[in-house]
């Protein structure tokens, strides 16, 4: 009997053993920004939510001060150590080919068909994360660079109506400077985002792809007409003093009513809520002038590096990722309008921003176009200098200045073709 009972035993020992060898446990680890506010509660949320969905898994988060940059700097060193995190936050366009061309990043086509990608991202997005017919990462979210935020009181006082020409425009700066009021915050923080308006009136999404392809020269009559645009209705009327301010204190000034209109991506939507203001009756938003049938987008995206630990539990992420389910879970905290389009305006219950937001999305991206940051699209060293000579000429919008900065950055085109550095974007 004793011996019956240590086989018996010895058989249920041996069937655990085996079941639990049959269950796979993965687990991945994401590497990331988002450390403040929402954005935390977005990231912490969504990483849960990936764990509901996906139990036999184990998804963890290591969160990186600072910016892409750093996470850039840290991803050499792991994979110096041959230690890359299973999944990263990434930038789209020129920052993600990077990795692509060095071979660093696997490619996750199998998960792009399961979430079917190229049907639930817009064609922008999909230009910016798909490289020779692969994906590499999956976009998260969406912001928007070209909208135009106001200060309702000011605009209800005097009694203005959002703009919806550049002439339209300059009548609402007129009236706003008549009474002693700055027209447009700014600061030279994202100063490239309020060059693209003026961008997109005069090239159009057509040319804004060329340049950011490298194909037009900054010497172009028609690029020294976006300038020009740029410095004589939005450079005329920055407050006084706009360089010496940071992008919250620039915020700031429109929220005490000493300006009435700003424009710096909204996630300053956050911002002004936290200061207190309602959307809707304190503040509200407009499409900048050009741009009536454009968005262009600020992204982050998730990308998977190749020799990872567990490239199954990277690509379970990913899955969560691109799903209706995980992008409710991350955009309704983050406050962005979800990259997959499939996914409804109801996660922002009712938010009036947001949800409009939303609806414009949904319109755009079937009778216009939703672009990229062009800043995406650049090499890093020509984007980095297009933000420098933007500013200078910001600072002194004059004919010799124009001159000087439309040189400096058609030499460096220059340099760049001929060091094969452009990626050619896909048409639109």
Known sequence: MYRNKRLVLGLIVAL???????????????????????????????????????????????????????????????????????????????????????GRLEPIDDVWAAINGDEVFSEG???????????????????????????????????????????EYKEVCK????????????????????????????????????LGNGELAFTDPKVREVFKLYGDVIVSSYMFGWSGYGWAEAADEVINGHAAMYLNGDWVIAYFEQAGWVAGEDF??????????????MVDALAAPKDSRDMEGAKKLLLAAGSIEGQETFNKYKGSVAANLSVGAEIFDNHPIL??????????????????????????????????????????????????????????????????????????
């Not at 990186?64 to 840290?74: C, L, M, N």
């Open 125 to 167: 997005l999909k230009n910016a994360v798909k490289f020779d017919g692969h994906a590499y990462a999956i976009p998260l979210n969406t912001h928007v660079a070209s909208q135009i935020f106001y200060n309702k009181a000011i605009f209800d006082k005097y009694n203005l109506t959002p703009p919806t020409t550049w002439d």
């Open 16 to 102: 655990v053993l085996l079941m639990s060898a049959s269950v796979s446990i993965h687990a991945a680890e994401l590497w990331h920004y988002w450390l403040s506010g929402g954005e935390k509660e977005a990231i912490e949320a969504f990483v849960a939510k990936a764990g509901e969905m996906y139990p036999e898994c184990e998804f963890s988060l290591r969160g990186i001060p600072g910016s892409s940059a750093e996470i850039r700097r840290q991803l050499g060193a792991a994979f110096m150590a041959n230690d890359p995190p299973e999944v990263y936050q990434s930038s789209i366009g020129y920052d993600l080919k990077s990795y692509v061309d060095a």
């Open 355 to 428: 949800t409009e937001t939303y609806n414009r999305f949904q319109k755009v991206n079937e009778e216009g176009v939703i672009l990229p940051n062009l800043s995406f699209m650049l090499p890093p060293s020509l984007s980095n200098e297009l933000s420098k000579q933007v500013e200078m000429y910001a600072l002194n919008p004059t004919d010799k200045v124009l001159d000087s900065v439309l040189n400096t950055l058609e030499g460096m085109r220059q340099e760049l073709i001929e060091e094969d550095a452009f990626v050619k974007w896909s048409d639109l």
């Open 175 to 210: 009236v706003l400077e008549d009474n002693g009021i700055a027209p447009f915050a700014a600061s030279p923080t994202g100063i490239t985002y309020r060059f693209f308006a003026p961008l997109i009136t005069v090239l159009g999404p057509e040319g804004y792809l060329a």
């Open 284 to 297: 509200a938003c407009f499409p900048a002038p050009g741009t009536e049938n454009v968005i262009i987008t």
